[in-house]
């Protein structure tokens, strides 16, 4: 998107001084990364996560890392607890309040088969019984008149009710609130008023676009997960307050900002993807660093692998998602970094399924027990596993040697679970699991490249997460990629991410009117008007920025379809008040998105788009010393065997500590790269150099 710079009585207070302080807990580990402005320099720490009490986790490693909270002036923060408790349905029992008529629209969905072919489809199951789903009088039309009162005493004799069946979370969602929630601001005040204790939530809240299907369930889903967030945030709370942190705690956004805590409590929903969306924000930073136009960001972490999309420059974004899968997940409705993900971690389980397939995850053994090889009570053979026994991960010195790691019982859980049965020694069971595990991963890239519209072939490939460098290259072979770059400390690159992000507020509002009609006055009011709201937002929370940007968007589509496609709208074309730019634009997001587009068809505007953006000061990449071709021979660890799928043997390769390389330095594979939480792996034939940054660039096939 095209950004728009406010003027300098917008700015705010110069931007902090004091160390910048994130944690990035993972369903496996959990990572902290510091920033000092003063000196440049970062600092990492890792370590299992906590899954008992998730704080633990980030003091543990905030300690490991070597900094101290009130040394810090800005604390931010991403997680996966949002999403896990959706998609292990283990939130809050949820009623939901709705325009009479429309008590089943969150169970009908949209009445389609996104499979037609499947015939094990299963529907959307609501986080909602029906029996706990009220209608309510009142109705507000499409134009924003109020055709039915709101009926307050029916909404307070339910809600008493409600409070005596212990109902620990209440969403309303009426038809047309995006046009005007006055009803939904007087019911939650009688629903607040007559629980207190209840988490409430309305949907105007959270989504102003029409599709009331997609609202109910985004606002249950902010519902469902609201009371388990609540406690979640006050542990931090409470734990922030003993380490005498004094500073903003933000959290990370699944749109790619941050916004700060007390939002979090109303808008938990926003955190969903929180840290899969830094990993994107720091594959836009690096990107911008290295020159890469367009990039394909691989994370693999403990539990799963995600991928998102550096296009331009800009990551590429959504405005709905489907969360638990296409296939049966439930829809939701707020600005999101376009992200796929898949159940295939370090810690996916592989095991053999009916008819006896091997199959890898989307079960993971997480932080606790863990692969075997960690000894932490772990019995069931993993990704990890696999790669252990094949060479990739030393065993001596994963995680710099805080982990011992154990070759015998991993490949004793192999040769059990899967080798034994299916008459394969422990070697070609670990590498059929890696390849099955390659495979799944492929495919999660392919949803946010190919399915988009857009050539793999044209793309480098981000690689990071700890388990990404091992995987990268098979990966990449696959969709055709030609190069490969690690970043620095990819095993904490989401962490750095949420160092790299700025302070950002969303705002959609739905406005339909045919594109030959609309006027650029009409327009440029409703953005003023959201980006005005977001101006005083961003002032009045108190965090301090160096400059305020806007960004402009818009949903569109030919006049006769369904769906639309978002367009940037640089702020050039409001200038110039040209109309047949915009419908150009249009026409090329289009053709890119679905194969072609249509100049002669009319087209109309659906939504708009804004965000207004704080930015923030961010982490530098210094320039790497600087060496010959030949790496320095201290840089070279012990050699180790090592199994290729390519040659079908096990070959005696180097290993190199990244450490030790220099900006220059070219090891023709194969070869492992080791440093401390990943090891990158150079197959037979691919060339690696490190360019001036220290980032490893891995040419597939060694081709210049």
Partial sequence: MIAATASAAEAQRPPVQSQRLSADIGGTFTDIAAFDPKSGQLRFGKTLSTPER???????????????????????????????????????????????????????????????????????????????????????TADGEVLVPLADEQVRHIARELGALGIQAIAIMFMHSYRRPDHEIRAKQIVVETCPDVFVTASHEISQEYREFERTSTVVANAFIGPRISTYLDEFNTALDTERYTGPFLIMQSSGGVYEVEQAYRECIRMLESGPAAGLIGARTLCARIGIQNAIAFDMGGTTAKAGVVHGGEVLMTGSSMIGSYLEGLPLQIPMIDIQEVGTGGGSIASLGPGGALRVGPQSAGAAPGPVCYGLGGTAPTVTDANLVLGRLNVENFLGGEMALDVDAARRALEKDVANPLGLSATEAADGILRIAANSM???????????????????????????????????????????????????????????????????????????????????????????????????????????????????????QEHTVTVDLPLALFEGRDLADVKSHFDAVHELRYGYGAPGEEAEIVSLRTSVIGTMGKPTHQRAAEGGEAPLSE??????????????????????????????????????????????????????????????????????
């Fill in 635 to 704: 840089a070279r660890n012990a050699d180790r065997e090592v199994y290729f799928s390519e040659t079908g043997t096990f070959l005696q390769i180097p290993v190199y500590g990244r450490d030790g390389l220099l900006a220059g330095n070219r090891i023709q594979g194969p070869a492992l790269i080791e440093e401390y939480a990943s090891t990158t792996v150079v197959h037979p034939g691919d060339m690696l150099h490190v360019d001036d940054v220290g980032n490893l660039v891995v040419t597939i096939g060694g081709a210049p």
């Fill in 54 to 140: 998730l704080v633990d986790g980030v003091l543990t490693g905030v300690g490991k890392a070597g900094v101290d909270f009130g040394d810090c002036g800005a604390f931010l923060h991403g997680s996966t607890i949002a999403i896990n408790i959706l998609l292990e349905r283990t939130g809050a029992k949820t009623a939901l309040l709705t325009t009479r008529g429309f008590r089943d629209i969150y169970e009908i969905g949209r009445v389609n088969r996104p499979d037609a072919y499947n015939l094990y489809f299963r529907k959307h199951v609501p986080l909602v019984e029906r029996a706990l789903r009220f209608e309510i009088d009142e109705r507000i």
């Fill in 442 to 560: 492929a495919n999660v890239v392919r949803r946010v490249t190919t399915e988009r519209g857009l050539d793999t072939s044209r793309f480098d490939m981000i690689a990071y997460g700890g388990a990404g460098p091992l995987h990268a290259s098979t990966i990449a072979k696959d969709l055709g990629i030609g190069r490969i770059v690690v970043p620095h400390s990819p095993g904490h690159f989401s962490a750095f991410g949420m160092l790299a992000a700025d302070y950002r507020r969303d705002f959609v509002r739905s406005w339909f009117m045919p594109l030959g009609q609309a006027s650029f006055e009409a327009i440029e009011s409703l953005y003023i008007e959201m980006e005005d709201q977001g101006r005083s937002e961003i002032v009045g929370s108190g965090v301090k920025v160096d400059e305020l940007v806007v960004e402009r968007a818009a949903d569109m589509r030919y006049v006769g």
